[in-house]
């Protein structure tokens, strides 16, 4: 279980994180939500290590991941696509596929089959440079780089942004393949309310830099959704 406990984060002298309070659980997929601007980039960069928390504690399954750099924390377990998605274009979609198990030490035995099964259209692209595919192939290619590196909390960070349809649908079975096979808990930063109402087990709506609902997903009512996320 990933557990944020009264994260606080300052930018520049400006506190951008008060007090956020949430728990992605185990085998289960989390949507954190809010409108632009709201803090939520910011802490998911502090939970791979990218921002530094001045109060608080960030733990997985009960260890404290304050104070570890960002790539040992991936070792801990956090894989993280982040918006933009970084993959290296330049690279071969195979070469990026193996960069990140080849750096955590990982074996990519009978691995890669699995990824083609949850995104065929790697397949037919290996030898292609990764600069070169559209942005919902990258973004698929992003997430199956995350996957071969065997997280125990994979987040992903507006996975649909600027992606055309299909692919969006293609992401959301392999989110619900995921989930359904258990062993993996999901942290979705998303703002496509219908995409998190469908795969989510768990919520939590950010304004201002702290959490002001949460919740399962049941209890993300029309209430909840129109006095924290329209505009």
């Given at each position: 279980m990933l557990k944020l406990e009264n994260v606080n984060v300052s930018i520049g002298g400006s506190r951008i994180l008060r007090g956020?309070?949430?728990e992605v659980p185990d085998n289960a997929v989390t949507c954190l939500m809010g409108r632009n601007g709201v803090g939520k980039t910011t802490t998911l960069r502090s939970i791979v290590g990218l921002r530094k928390v001045t109060e608080g504690d960030i733990t997985l399954n009960g260890q404290s991941l304050l104070g570890m750099k960002p790539e040992h924390r991936a070792r801990a377990g956090i894989g993280y696509v982040p918006q933009g998605r970084d993959i290296f274009p330049n690279l071969t979609v195979l070469e990026n596929l193996k960069i990140g198990a080849i750096a955590m030490g990982k074996s990519l035995s009978g691995k890669l089959d699995r990824i083609y099964t949850l995104f065929p259209i790697l397949k037919e692209f290996l030898p292609r440079k990764g600069g070169m595919l559209s942005g919902g192939q990258q973004q698929q290619l992003a997430i199956a780089r995350a996957l071969l590196t065997e997280p125990k909390v994979l987040i992903l960070d507006e996975p649909t942004e600027g992606i055309q349809p299909n692919i969006i649908d293609q992401i959301g079975d392999t989110i619900k393949m995921l989930r359904k096979e258990g062993g993996m808990s999901i942290l979705l930063v998303e703002q496509y309310l219908d995409f998190c109402k469908e795969l989510a087990d768990t919520f939590?709506?950010?304004?201002?830099?702290?959490?002001?609902?949460?919740?399962?997903?049941a209890d993300l009512t029309e209430d909840v959704i129109k006095a924290h996320l329209i505009v």
């Amino acid at each position: 279980m990933l557990k944020l406990e009264n994260v606080n984060v300052s930018i520049g002298g400006s506190r951008i994180l008060r007090g956020v309070d949430f728990e992605v659980p185990d085998n289960a997929v989390t949507c954190l939500m809010g409108r632009n601007g709201v803090g939520k980039t910011t802490t998911l960069r502090s939970i791979v290590g990218l921002r530094k928390v001045t109060e608080g504690d960030i733990t997985l399954n009960g260890q404290s991941l304050l104070g570890m750099k960002p790539e040992h924390r991936a070792r801990a377990g956090i894989g993280y696509v982040p918006q933009g998605r970084d993959i290296f274009p330049n690279l071969t979609v195979l070469e990026n596929l193996k960069i990140g198990a080849i750096a955590m030490g990982k074996s990519l035995s009978g691995k890669l089959d699995r990824i083609y099964t949850l995104f065929p259209i790697l397949k037919e692209f290996l030898p292609r440079k990764g600069g070169m595919l559209s942005g919902g192939q990258q973004q698929q290619l992003a997430i199956a780089r995350a996957l071969l590196t065997e997280p125990k909390v994979l987040i992903l960070d507006e996975p649909t942004e600027g992606i055309q349809p299909n692919i969006i649908d293609q992401i959301g079975d392999t989110i619900k393949m995921l989930r359904k096979e258990g062993g993996m808990s999901i942290l979705l930063v998303e703002q496509y309310l219908d995409f998190c109402k469908e795969l989510a087990d768990t919520f939590a709506i950010m304004d201002r830099g702290a959490v002001v609902a949460k919740g399962g997903i049941a209890d993300l009512t029309e209430d909840v959704i129109k006095a924290h996320l329209i505009v």
